[in-house]
């Protein structure tokens, strides 16, 4: 089985990474958490989950920040998700399917919608 690599990056997110995490942890191989200047208990929720957490001075560039998650991630494919979203339970068979499926060699990209926030499914 491919593995796979989760990337985030937060900044006061304390009240919705845990439902986050939780919704990833069994699906995923590493969690890494950038941090971009946090002053509630974010990083106190993050460290129940992973060691991998990175601090990133704001640039106001949300690409750098990405960049700099994406470098940090060692497995055969990665998952981006924002602090406000998770995963779906019926969403893992599918997504472990996928990743069955398609060869980690091809660099590709998934949109995958199995995804729920605060605001919407």
Not at 2 to 15: D, G, Q, R, Y
Not at 102 to 118: C, E, G, K, M, R
Request: hydrophobic share 45%; net charge negative; with cysteine.
């Amino acid at each position: 089985m491919p593995t796979v690599s989760a990337c985030l990056i937060v900044k006061n997110e304390a009240s919705v990474l845990k439902n986050c995490l939780e919704s990833i942890k069994n699906i995923v191989d590493e969690i890494i958490i950038v941090d971009t200047g946090s002053t509630d208990e974010t990083l106190f929720v993050a460290r129940q989950y992973t060691s991998l957490i990175f601090h990133f001075s704001w640039q106001d560039d949300f690409s750098l920040a990405r960049n700099f998650a994406l470098e940090k991630a060692s497995k055969d494919w990665v998952l981006i998700i924002d602090a406000d979203e998770r995963l779906t339970s019926s969403s893992h068979k599918a997504l472990r399917q996928l990743l069955q499926a398609t060869p980690p060699d091809i660099p590709q990209v998934f949109n995958f919608l199995a995804v729920a926030s605060n605001q919407q499914p």
